[in-house]
């Protein structure tokens, strides 16, 4: 089954309205590297609080943590990353192209059909040197997770957070692999955000727990508007496990290139802290509260990407639809995702609406992401704010300058309700929040 929408819509839209731009692109562009525009920048945010709210705020067992994206070199070699976190390469002889060898079918070279080299093993890791000498010495690698950052902050955590255990440890940030063949806009990059909870429990527990977070996480994504049948769920095989998992499921989503992973949710054992210890010398266990058992914790890992996240909720977000004759494109962003809550759209730039206009527009952008649009006919500013997502738009008209109300109009149902300018922002909170918009009579129609 195909996704009801492909990429190149999704990428037009994103750079027509300001969501994300290639890379450098005045000189060219970086291939797999993306900047994220004014609407993008607001989008993953919110995605971002959403996930820390959930998983840190509305807990008392998850805690937060920011960790450097440079870390010890011992790191990656006690985490197993210099020697396993890499893909089998293979390149073309001909046009020298290099591709991931799981990903070619047969021995020809998928653009020219030239001869393909024997695969050998490349790491992924970025490497670069840390100082003014460049040597063995000053190799330093980009982190390919924020997990590790965890893992060596263990001690650290437990100690200071007077919290027991099953203790969560919770971490977003920047991530860089030099993935062979990065693509689909988004969905593989070389650089990416990652969001991150390592779930320390007591051994024995963890498949209880590695089956709590799956639903967890699962939830998460429709909770926050992603259709359930664009979801599944799907268990590793024996031989995909990576090194240190004993088991891992991912949450796949429907994207436009087929069923792709969205999340990993990997039970980790007590590999990565028993590695630490052996390899930096300090011990990294848990002892239950007052002299009880003494254990090394086994680890959860829901492990999710930012910008794939906002890839899905885009393409889920995304429909073109027929009203009166006219085609209209409309995210149906969840309204804590949406880059702005509300529009302020006076009727016409003219002199007399403006000060109404501002006055309105000041009254709410404390509370919310607010737009003020005055340029163009009232039609092309509300297609522009469906195209971002927008889900209420105010408009200004010269009937509010007698009586001091405003038309509110809800992006999915297109229906319009007239409010009192007073108190505006409490209405528009409430509909923000999911309160029914309940259009009168006269103003029950699909109105443009
Ligand atoms: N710490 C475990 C870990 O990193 P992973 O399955 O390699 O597990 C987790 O990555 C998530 O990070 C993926 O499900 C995906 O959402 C995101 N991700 C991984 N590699 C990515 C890439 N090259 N570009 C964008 N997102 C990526």
Partial sequence: MPAKVDMDKIVSLCKRRGFIFPSSEIYGGLASCWDYGPMGVELKRNVKEAWWKTMVQDRDDVVGLDTSIMMHPGVWAASGHIDNFTDPLVECKSCHLRWRADAVEGKKCPQCSGELTE??????????????VEGEGSIVYLRPETAQGIFVNFENVVTTSRKKLPLGIAQIGKSFRNEITPGNFIFRTREFEHMEVEYFVKPGTDEKWLDYWVKERFDWYVKLGIKKENLRLRQHGKDELAHYARDCYDI???????W????????????DLTQHAKCSGKELSYRDAEGGEKYVPYVIEPSAGVDRSILAFLVDAYEEEDVEGEKRTVLHL??????????VLPLSRNEKLTPLAKEVFRQLCPKFMTDYDDSQSIGRRYRRQDEIGTPFCVTIDFESLEDKQVTIRERDSLAQIRVP????????????????????????????
């Fill in 119 to 132: 695969p050998r093993m490349f790491n992924l890791m970025f490497k670069t040197f840390m100082g003014p």
């Fill in 260 to 271: 792709s992973e969205l999340e990993g949710i990997a039970n980790r054992g007590d590999f």
């Fill in 334 to 343: 969840h309204h804590s995702l949406a880059p702005i809550k509300v529009a």
């Fill in 421 to 448: 300018i007073e108190g505006l922002e409490h209405v528009v909170e409430a509909k923000l929040k999911g309160e029914a918009f309940d259009a009168s009579t006269l103003w029950a129609t699909r109105q443009k």
């Fill in 252 to 258: 796949e989503y429907l994207f436009p290139m087929g």
